[in-house]
C-alpha cells in the first residue's frame, strides 16, 4: 500500500558539513536488497514479509515477488508491534498523506511503477512534499548553527558502550567523511557486480553507448 516513503532532514550547523539524514520509513529499502542480490546474501529476517504473513530471506525470490505484489518491506520496527513497526507504519502513512491528499495525487498500486499482473513497468505519477523553515523569522541563522553544532558536538563526545568499537557519529558526518577520502583519491571503488550492470546497461542503450564508450573502470 506505501512505499519507502522516506522522511529527509538537511540542518545547517557549525560543523563543516550541514546535520543531513535521508531515511526511509521501512526497515530496509529496496536498494538494499538489489545489494544483497548482487552480493549473493540472504536479506535479514524482519525486513520483508509476504502476503501469507512469512518473514522472507530469499533475495532473488524477494526481488520477484515485491514487483508481483506478493511481498513487501515492513516498516521501521518490523512486522507486529513487538519492536514498534506501528511507529513506522504511522511515519509512513504521514509521508504518503502529505504527498497525496495537498494535490489530490494516486496512492498504492497507482504509483508502484509496475502492472501487478504483468510485472511490466508503467508510469510513476509520484507526489513530492517539501517544507522550507525560515530560520531567521525565528532567530538569527549563526545562533541557529552555533546551538546545533554545540549539540552535535556533545553527541559525539558523549559517553558510548564500553564493548562497541568505534565511535560516535551523526548523520552527515561519515558521508562527509566518505565524500572527501574519495574526492582526495579521484574517485571511488565499484564493485564487480556493479561494474557489469553498468556495462550492460551502456551496451543496451545506443545514446550511452555513444556517450561512454569506455568507462574507467574498463
Known amino acids: 500500500m506505501m512505499g519507502t516513503n522516506p522522511l529527509t532532514w538537511g540542518l545547517p550547523t557549525s560543523d563543516e558539513f550541514p546535520f543531513v539524514i535521508d531515511c526511509a520509513t521501512s526497515v530496509n529499502q529496496r536498494g538494499k536488497i538489489e545489494k544483497y542480490a548482487r552480493e549473493g546474501n540472504p536479506t535479514p529476517r524482519g525486513a520483508v514479509i509476504d502476503d501469507q504473513g512469512v518473514e522472507r530471506t530469499d533475495t532473488e525470490g524477494i526481488l520477484r515477488d515485491m514487483v508481483l505484489g506478493k511481498c513487501a518491506l515492513t516498516p521501521l520496527g518490523g512486522a507486529g508491534d513487538a519492536m514498534g513497526g506501528?511507529?513506522?507504519?504511522?511515519?509512513?502513512?504521514?509521508?504518503?498523506?502529505?504527498?497525496?491528499?495537498?494535490?489530490?495525487?494516486?496512492?498504492?498500486?497507482?504509483?508502484?511503477?509496475?502492472?501487478?499482473?504483468?510485472?511490466?513497468?508503467?508510469?510513476?505519477?509520484?507526489?513530492?512534499?517539501?517544507l522550507a523553515i525560515d530560520i531567521e523569522k525565528i532567530c538569527p541563522v549563526d545562533t541557529f548553527k552555533k546551538n546545533a553544532g554545540q549539540?552535535?558536538?556533545?553527541?559525539?563526545?558523549?559517553?558510548?558502550?564500553?564493548?562497541?568499537?568505534?565511535?560516535?557519529?551523526?548523520a552527515g558526518e561519515p558521508e562527509n567523511d566518505a565524500r572527501t577520502e574519495r574526492t582526495g583519491q579521484g574517485?571511488?571503488?565499484?564493485?564487480?557486480?556493479?561494474q557489469k550492470n553498468m556495462i550492460a546497461l551502456r551496451d543496451s542503450r545506443p545514446g550511452l553507448k555513444y556517450k561512454y564508450p569506455k568507462l574507467p573502470f574498463e
Open 187 to 194: 574517485g571511488m571503488k565499484v564493485v564487480l557486480p556493479l
Open 151 to 170: 549539540f552535535l558536538a556533545a553527541l559525539r563526545n558523549s559517553k558510548k558502550s564500553p564493548i562497541g568499537g568505534g565511535r560516535i557519529w551523526t
Open 86 to 130: 506501528y511507529k513506522g507504519y504511522g511515519w509512513a502513512a504521514t509521508v504518503e498523506i502529505l504527498c497525496t491528499a495537498l494535490q489530490s495525487g494516486p496512492w498504492g498500486d497507482e504509483i508502484c511503477g509496475v502492472d501487478r499482473a504483468t510485472g511490466k513497468p508503467k508510469p510513476m505519477p509520484l507526489g513530492h512534499f517539501f
